[in-house]
């Protein structure tokens, strides 16, 4: 698979690596995220945790969807503020529930996302999307609320990635998939990462999730608890005990395993 690599008019080419030191976020008075720091190199960084850890909101906080304290670097320059500037910096966000334009086929979708591309360019993009993405090929006229929940979020990572993105932000992108389609999705991630663009997941299939990643970190109540190479990480106690069960194997679904934790008395 070959991955169309950012041209110059966008100022992208190095891998990029993203440095979050002592991040703050939330919801007007409501502190979600607290004192958060984690980077994403080149390669396949996971984030894992429960539902309501803060996962969506780090996320947004690095899209500049929501205000954000503390230094967010990209490759060593202070990521902008305004999610256009953003954008424009060659960071692109899956939001979850993928957000498409369900009344439009796939191909306007795809077009959607090269909004910042010049009409010379789009085209090769689409191209080349449909060259990553054989299936969507096959689809381009259909439209993207009449299809499969995994094939729509293949159409959302496509759109995506029609801005070349140096950094891909990918939140729960199995969410309510079948296997056979989380492993596909994931596969995906793992082959956009491995052609260059550096890729933080959001993922609650804790297993699969950090069989394809490089590092991985746990996000709990708004705080890294862990973090560490995948798969070390794999073997770690916090995620066995919480996430995997004693024998590292996925007992039940990942998802009902963390909301049946004891909440844990604050510390
Ligand atoms: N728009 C919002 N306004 C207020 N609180 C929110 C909003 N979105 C999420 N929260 C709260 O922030 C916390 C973290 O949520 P979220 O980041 O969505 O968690 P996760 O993605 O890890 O499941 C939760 O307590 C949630 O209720
Ligand atoms: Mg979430």
């Known amino acids: 698979m070959m991955w169309y690599r950012p041209d110059q008019s966008l100022g992208q080419g190095a891998q990029a690596h993203l440095q979050v030191r002592g991040l703050s976020a939330g919801y007007g008075p409501v502190r979600v995220l607290r004192d958060v720091s984690l980077e994403a190199r080149s390669g396949l960084t996971v984030i894992l945790g429960p539902n309501g850890a803060g996962k969506t909101t780090l996320l947004k906080a690095l899209n500049g969807l929501i205000p954000r304290q503390g230094e967010v670097l990209l490759n060593r320059e202070e990521l902008p503020e305004k999610t256009h500037e953003i954008v424009r910096d060659g960071v692109a966000l899956v939001a ?18 090269g909004w910042l591309l010049n009409k010379a360019e789009r085209p090769r993009r689409i191209a080349q999307a449909f060259e990553n993405f054989p299936k969507l090929k096959e689809r381009a006229t259909q439209l993207a609320g009449t299809m499969s929940g995994g094939e729509q979020q293949m159409v959302a990572v496509a759109r995506a990635m029609m801005s070349a993105p140096r950094l891909l932000m990918l939140d729960e992108p199995s969410l309510g998939l079948a296997p056979k389609m989380v492993d596909e999705l ?6 956009i990462a491995n052609a260059g663009t550096t890729v933080l997941m959001v993922e609650q299939n804790v297993k699969k999730a950090l069989a394809v990643a490089d590092r991985g970190y746990v996000l709990e109540r708004g705080q890294i608890v862990a973090s560490g190479d995948a798969r070390l990480l794999a073997r770690s106690s916090v995620v066995l005990e919480a996430y995997l069960g004693a024998e590292g194997v996925e007992t039940t679904d990942a998802r009902d395993a963390m909301q049946r934790r004891k909440p844990r008395s604050p510390s």
């Open 96 to 113: 979850e529930g993928r957000q498409l334009f369900g009344q439009m086929t796939v191909l306007e979708n795809l077009e959607l996302g």
């Open 186 to 191: 994931l596969g995906i991630a793992r082959r």
